[in-house]
């Protein structure tokens, strides 16, 4: 199916784990996203990238690594998950090209949990 | 850095009226784009219309409209003639014409009354 999409919609983990959260789009968007949306907080970036091997970190990045080996895919990992990472993480694609940008598309969102 | 805020955070309106959610931001960069996304309670981001930065007219789409002040950097979202499916919780977001980074307000939640 084309679009952007995310696994898996539910996760629920215990502190300390090592948690991937996937994402996958089928545009080969150049740019890619990652948010975590907390009540109060919207929507906050937690690493994008440019282009495949291009990432770079946004406003709240630490206890998470990105890679992007892959044009269309774009792995979120929590190194060692703690509580406060529980929340809900959207991912995002869009395209820039000859001056016009696209708006960013997003995946379903996954709700991860650490117990 | 690019800063979107969101003063409200809660609004409520009869359906049928007319509502209008404000945002400002805050930026150096003179070529961007601005967006209202939409997300209702099944979570999903919905674009509900976008503004590019060069373009003095404001953008329309059906019963959404916006008020774009470059020079204030303000840019609300009117929603007119309000129906129970438009509520939901609203997010005002830019993106960066340099490197396209996108960057949120905090939103707005939206109930409409019948």
């Known amino acids: 199916d084309a679009g952007i999409t995310q696994s898996p919609r539910y996760k629920i983990t215990e502190t300390g784990r090592q948690v991937t959260l996937m994402c996958h789009q089928t545009?080969?968007?150049?740019?890619m996203f990652w948010y975590r949306q907390d009540l109060g907080h919207g929507l906050r970036l937690i690493y994008y990238?440019?282009?495949?091997?291009?990432?770079d970190k946004g406003e709240v990045p630490d206890g998470y690594v990105v890679s992007r080996s892959k044009t269309e895919n774009f792995p979120l990992t929590l190194e060692s998950a703690t509580r406060s990472q529980t929340s809900v993480y959207f991912c995002a694609s869009s395209e820039s090209t000859r001056g016009w940008t696209t708006e960013a598309f997003f995946g379903q969102g996954t709700r991860l949990t650490v117990v | 850095a690019q800063t979107v805020t969101q003063s409200q955070p809660e609004m409520s309106v009869q359906e049928a009226e007319t509502v209008t959610l404000s945002c400002t931001y805050d930026?150096?960069?003179?070529?961007?784009?601005l967006f209202w996304y939409k997300q209702p309670p099944s979570r999903q981001m919905i674009l509900v219309i976008r503004q590019e930065a060069y373009k003095q007219q404001n953008a329309t789409e059906n019963r959404f409209s916006v008020n774009f002040q470059k020079a204030a950097k303000s840019f609300s979202l009117k929603i007119s003639d309000s129906q129970l499916g438009d509520t939901a919780m609203y997010f005002c977001a830019f993106m960066s014409g340099a490197n396209s980074k996108l960057t949120f307000g905090k939103g707005i939640t939206l109930s409409v009354r019948p």
């Open positions: 930026t150096s960069e003179s070529n961007y784009y």
């Open positions: 990238s440019a282009a495949a091997d291009i990432t």
């Open positions: 545009w080969s968007h150049s740019y």
